[in-house]
């Protein structure tokens, strides 16, 4: 894996494998052929560097179909990859929600995320306008990739599972789970029926799972 020395490092984003992640992170997601083409390289020789980042856990593999073409490999990165950039807004919104809860308690903290889950709802809201189900639920999972969430969908019998493989918040929702509230109130809020969360990362899950019904054309 990449050293732990590397990872708040500059020098390491000036290394080839650097500067792919570096970009993933900044287009959301992206095939060997288009990086190659971004850094002037072989499409071999970013296949290369990302096979080992697939294998440190930091880059994460998808077939994709773009148009009429036959489907292609489209990478992006996963939540691991965050650490390999400075950050410490986990420990500055740890420290505020520690003041928000002992200035109004639990139901402040609660308030808070439902209404920045309300609030995250009216913004996009126009992206869900005249969608069904189906189309809202992939214009759902599309904005959280935005957000640096790798999402995606999956058509049941039922209707759909949303699916989030990563949080970027995980050392916040350790220490306040009401974090999770805003996912939850963004779902109320464009989702028919009563989506049901089945499955979460902050309780050992492989991802967070909700299951929301709808019928498939």
């Known amino acids: 894996m990449v050293k732990s020395h590397q990872m708040h490092d500059a020098r390491f984003f000036e290394t080839t494998r650097g500067r792919i992640v570096a970009a993933l992170r900044r287009r959301h997601g992206a095939t060997a052929v288009e990086l190659a083409a971004e850094f002037g390289l072989s499409a071999n020789a970013v296949r290369q560097q990302l096979v080992f980042l697939e294998r440190d856990g930091y880059v994460l593999e998808r077939s994709v179909k773009r148009g009429p073409t036959k489907p292609t490999l489209e990478y992006s990165l996963t939540g691991a990859a965050e650490t390999l ?38 913004r996009y809201s126009e992206r869900f306008k005249d969608k069904d189900t189906r189309g809202r639920v992939y214009e759902l999972s599309e904005i959280l990739r935005e957000g640096g969430v790798e999402a995606d969908v999956v058509e049941t019998k039922g209707g ?29 809020e464009t989702m028919p029926g009563e989506p049901v969360q089945v499955e979460s990362l902050a309780t050992g899950g492989h991802a967070c799972r909700f299951e929301i019904e709808g019928a498939i054309s």
Do not use: W
């Not at 402040?108 to 309300?118: E, I, P, Q």
């Open 160 to 188: 759909f599972e949303l699916r989030e493989h990563n949080c970027p918040y995980a050392k916040t929702v350790a220490e306040h789970p009401e974090v999770c509230r805003v996912i939850h109130t963004v779902l109320h």
């Open 85 to 122: 950039f400075p950050q410490r807004y986990d420990r500055i919104l740890n420290a505020v929600l520690r003041e928000v809860r002992e200035e109004g308690g639990d139901s402040a903290v609660v308030s808070l995320f439902d209404r920045m889950g309300k609030r995250a709802a009216d």
